[in-house]
């Protein structure tokens, strides 16, 4: 009974600080996207302080478009790297929680096959049909495990490049019609 209670023990001890490990690192990017937005906000009250200078400077309407137009091409471009930006750290405190519930599944997924073997050497004859069935449940849940999982990376994956090819097209189209308006 003592080394029933001892592998309960060590369990909650494992989950307690695999719970605590996942909390300090969703902490982690809760930091960094705090620091981004801080740096951001920083970096856009300068901008738009030297913005409203220069605006208080033009002297005619040819020249206050002139000073939008110049505006437009950074400030789409800033924008899609924020949001670059923060999609890495998302992307990196998913990958790093992902990593550690993959580990823990898969001691999960030893440790209950084990429990299943002791079992069946301790198991009655004629049971034989019934351990049978529970290591095929066993075996269809992992297999249904990965099959989620493969299917999760490749939405992953898909979201990522969709993402990329947003981000790229919003940056090129903010900057057609800043050339075009040069060109001219």
Do not use: C, W
Not at 32 to 61: R, Y
Not at 120 to 135: D, I, L, S
Request: no cysteine; charged share 20%; glycine share 2%.
């Amino acid at each position: 009974m003592s080394y029933t209670a001892d592998q309960l023990l060590a369990a909650h001890k494992a989950n307690l600080e695999t719970f605590f490990g996942l909390s300090h690192k969703a902490f982690e990017g809760v930091e960094k996207i705090v620091e981004l937005n801080l740096q951001t906000a920083k970096t856009t009250l300068n901008e738009v302080a030297e913005t409203a200078q220069a605006a208080l400077s033009v002297k005619d309407p040819q020249e206050l478009f002139a000073l939008q137009a110049s505006l437009l091409q950074p400030s789409a471009e800033k924008a899609a790297a924020y949001g670059r930006h923060l999609y890495d750290i998302v992307a990196g405190t998913n990958a790093e929680v992902t990593k550690v519930a993959e580990a823990t599944v898969a001691d999960s997924q030893k440790k209950v096959l084990s429990l299943v073997d002791n079992a069946v050497k301790n198991a009655p004859a004629g049971t034989e049909n019934a351990v049978a069935m529970v290591k095929s449940a066993i075996t269809a849940a992992n297999n249904a495990f990965e099959s989620a999982q493969k299917a999760a990376k490749q939405a992953a994956e898909v979201a990522e490049a969709n993402f990329q090819a947003v981000t790229n097209t919003a940056v090129k189209a903010s900057q057609a019609p800043a050339k075009s308006k040069r060109a001219a």
